[in-house]
């Protein structure tokens, strides 16, 4: 069997490795001269950044594609945890630690919600049986309809995960500490979307950073979509960069190969779009080839929040701030109303990611600071240049006591139309669609196509949903489905 992938993402690598361990013959295609995705290195002026995830948790996803590449995962990526994980700064001045160190954690909230510390081992406990029933019933199987969800397994597993509950409302149970709730809130924005509306499912992400653990890769954590290559090659895939696939070749039921921009054709028995699928799919078929994702239905689609984004690299190191550092907002709902209308945030919450804090060699010349802002999807609403919202985080960062600019030596700018031109991310989105609405965030856009027999999707912007390990996930689901081995229902 012969498969084409298009996209080279974590994603299309994960099912790249997957299918090839497994006897299938590979070829994969990614416009780009990097592979990876959004998983980006850029080398600078002496600095090493890590563009897309720098929050890293479950590495056992991410070692098992190594595994099934032939290789070690110990000998290719050392996977550093960091207890104290995350420090929450609120304008007073105050802080708040995110920690994998239950006593640490426990201390804290005593100071600052004791009703919370009374509870706070339960907590632990709910959102770890989130997890465990997300990851039983949802996780490592593909979907390709709706009817999935209504199954009996599923439908009773879907009941218990507290679909129709918020994220906010859930945290509120347990806690009544604003900096606390604000804290947790944001996890809603690793799933690109709301905590005041979007499913209390996604609160398994705290299981994942609370009781698992935040991770980084030394030497940088883009060091995964490399070991991912390496992997791919050891298996025998044959990846090509700087080929942009244009079209796919259909004889009305079944994709027969895909159109390359100089002009060949490359035929396949699979073909896996990894590329964003609103983005890369309306792209590559013709309407009368996708009646089930016409553009009618696209344009109604809510994507996910994007990303505005900031490298700086620093001439010093600032010993106040911290790896995964952020700077909240003085009102979150608010921040959100605007995303939600397609508006940059007045007064934005700015997460920094500094790996030199865990690992100094990385950046020997100073700190490397990942700046990262919410924004909104591209949108005509849109109220900021990058040259104005720029200055407005670093003006907020300074009245946070974290005066950055005068020490920034080199700078790169990432807004969201770069998002969407380099990645092909649905206007600048970072996950597709978002979870804010409680259909559409279950009802992600499925691993199998409902028009084409043989056309499958895998990555961000599908099932599971759009963290890296999930996307991990996703291209492993896909080609287990192609090679047979889990059904997309097991009802
Ligand atoms: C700013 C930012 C911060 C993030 N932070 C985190 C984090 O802290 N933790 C975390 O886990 N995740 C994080 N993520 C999410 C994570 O990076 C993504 O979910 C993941 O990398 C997406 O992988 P993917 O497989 O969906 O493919 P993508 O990375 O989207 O790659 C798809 C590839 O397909 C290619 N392509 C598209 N169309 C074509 C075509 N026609 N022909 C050839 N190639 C094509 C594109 O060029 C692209 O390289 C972040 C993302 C961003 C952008």
Redesign the pocket.
């Given at each position: 069997m012969k498969v084409v992938i298009?996209?080279?993402?974590?994603?299309?690598?994960s099912a790249a490795v997957s299918l090839a361990s497994q006897g299938v013959e590979v070829d994969l295609?990614?416009?780009?001269d990097h592979?990876?995705?959004?998983?980006m290195p850029v080398d600078e002026e002496g600095y090493h950044f890590d563009?897309?995830?720098?929050?890293?948790?479950m590495p056992e996803v991410f070692k098992d594609v190594l595994r099934q590449g032939g290789l070690v995962p110990e000998e290719e990526l050392e996977f550093i945890q960091i207890p104290n994980h995350t420090r929450n700064q609120f304008s007073d001045g105050t802080t708040f630690d995110l920690s994998s160190d239950r006593e640490a954690m426990y201390n804290q909230l005593l100071r600052i919600d004791p009703s919370g510390a009374r509870v706070y081992y339960s907590f632990l406990k709910e959102v770890e049986r989130l997890y465990v029933l997300s990851k039983k019933h949802f996780l490592h199987r593909t979907f390709s309809s709706w009817k999935d969800y209504l199954s009996p397994s599923l439908g009773k597993a879907f009941a218990q995960v507290r679909p129709l509950e918020s994220m906010d409302h859930f945290f509120k149970q347990y806690f009544s500490n604003p900096k606390i709730l604000q804290s947790l809130n944001r996890y809603s924005t690793?799933v690109g979307s709301n905590p005041y509306v979007t499913p209390a499912t996604f609160a398994m992400i705290a299981h994942l950073e609370l009781n698992e653990g935040v991770y980084y890769v030394r030497g940088g954590n883009t060091k995964i979509a490399q070991s991912f290559v390496k992997a791919a090659r050891n298996q025998g895939v044959r990846l090509h960069m700087n080929?942009?696939?244009?079209r796919m070749v259909t004889n009305g039921s079944n994709v027969t190969g895909v159109l390359l921009e100089n002009g060949e054709i490359v035929e396949a028995d699979r073909i896996i779009?990894?590329?964003?699928l609103l983005?890369?799919v309306p792209?590559?078929l013709s309407e009368k080839d996708r009646p089930s994702l016409s553009q009618k239905r696209i344009d109604r689609m809510d994507p996910s929040i994007s990303?505005f984004?900031l490298l700086a690299g620093l001439d010093k190191k600032i010993d106040s701030l911290h790896h995964h550092h952020v700077f909240f907002s003085n009102d979150y709902k608010k921040e959100f109303q605007q995303l939600q209308m397609g508006q940059y945030a007045d007064d934005p919450t700015i997460y920094i990611?500094t790996s030199s804090k865990t690992d100094p060699d990385i950046s020997p010349k100073g700190d490397n600071c990942f700046i990262?802002v919410n924004a909104p999807a591209l949108s005509t609403n849109q109220n900021r240049t990058p040259e104005e919202y720029r200055q407005l985080i670093y003006d907020r960062l300074k009245e946070h006591g974290m005066d950055l600019e005068p020490h920034v030596a080199f700078e790169q700018v990432?807004p969201p139309t770069e998002?969407q031109q380099?990645?092909?991310?649905f206007r600048g989105a970072?996950?597709g669609p978002s979870a804010n609405r409680k259909l559409q965030a279950f009802m992600r856009p499925f691993n199998k196509s409902r028009d084409l027999e043989n056309l499958y999707f895998?990555?961000?912007?599908t099932h599971p949903g759009?963290?890296?390990?999930?996307?991990v996930l996703?291209?492993q689901n896909v080609a287990n489905q192609i090679v047979g081995k889990i059904s997309h229902i097991e009802a």
């Open positions: 298009i996209g080279g993402g974590l994603g299309g690598l295609f990614e416009k780009n592979l990876g995705g959004k998983m563009f897309g995830p720098n929050t890293i948790t690793y080929q942009e696939v244009k779009v990894n590329g964003d983005e890369a792209k590559l990303a984004v990611g990262l990432i998002i380099k990645f092909g991310a970072l996950y895998c990555g961000g912007s759009g963290g890296s390990p999930m996307v996703s291209g």
